[in-house]
């Protein structure tokens, strides 16, 4: 095992300790509301995923009553299913993914090797700071929803930036932590969506089923 612990300080240490001293001259509220981001934001994924399978659904059953928006056309009917079906199977392979790194690289919270004062409170010692979770969830998603449909895409890209840099700020992580975490998160994600389009005949079997309703309105 590597462990960088005095190593994540004196990678970023100094910018980390920038930006937990101006949250806390920032007003109480604001504070307030990005620490509800960085607790509960991951559920604005989670329903950008279940739109993103609802408008391929309609799509599949052949619903007349919506037009297609941009970015919505780019795949026949069945691999956008398959791909909208694939958003959230990437999301837990990217955390599955991440957990294994974070095996690896055994980096103590920065709020515990820096002591400094958080918005958030500080995780506890052998909580592994490297890389962020939050950061991969998000990123995986905001990639996968972007290639499966650019206007959810729109939504989730600054929602994920979002994510990253809230964890900064409630001091939950070092910049190089959300920076990996980003990274991996794409990566996993460019890498395995263009994959899911290859499940679309499983798509059609499953219209052939009692299953059908999943994957189709009509």
Not at 2 to 8: F, I, M, N
Not at 14 to 25: E, W
Not at 121 to 133: A, I, K, Q, T, V
Request: glycine letters at 8%; aromatic letters at 8%.
């Amino acid at each position: 095992m590597t462990d960088l612990a005095l190593g994540g300080a004196s990678i970023d240490g100094g910018l980390y300790k920038s930006v937990t001293g101006f949250a806390q001259d920032m007003p109480h509220f604001l504070n307030v509301l990005v620490s509800y981001w960085t607790d509960f934001g991951l559920g604005v994924f989670a329903l950008l995923m279940l739109a993103g399978w609802w408008r391929a659904r309609q799509r599949l059953g052949g619903s007349s009553r919506r037009r297609l928006g941009p970015g919505e056309g780019r795949h026949s009917a069945p691999v956008t299913m398959a791909m909208a079906l694939a958003v959230p199977v990437i999301v837990v392979l990217a955390y599955v993914a991440n957990d294994v790194i974070k095996s690896f690289f055994h980096e103590q919270r920065p709020c515990q090797t820096l002591h400094v004062v958080t918005v958030n409170p500080c995780p506890p010692l052998g909580d592994w700071s490297f890389p962020s979770n939050h950061s991969v969830i998000a990123a995986s998603a905001a990639i996968a929803l972007l290639l499966l449909d650019r206007r959810l895409g729109a939504i989730a890209i600054p929602a994920a930036l979002l994510m990253g840099a809230s964890r900064v700020w409630v001091g939950a992580h070092y910049p190089h932590d959300v920076l990996v975490g980003l990274v991996v998160g794409v990566v996993v994600a460019a890498a395995l969506m263009p994959l899911a389009r290859r499940a679309a005949p499983l798509v059609e079997r499953v219209l052939e089923t009692p299953l059908r309703p999943l994957v189709s309105a009509r």
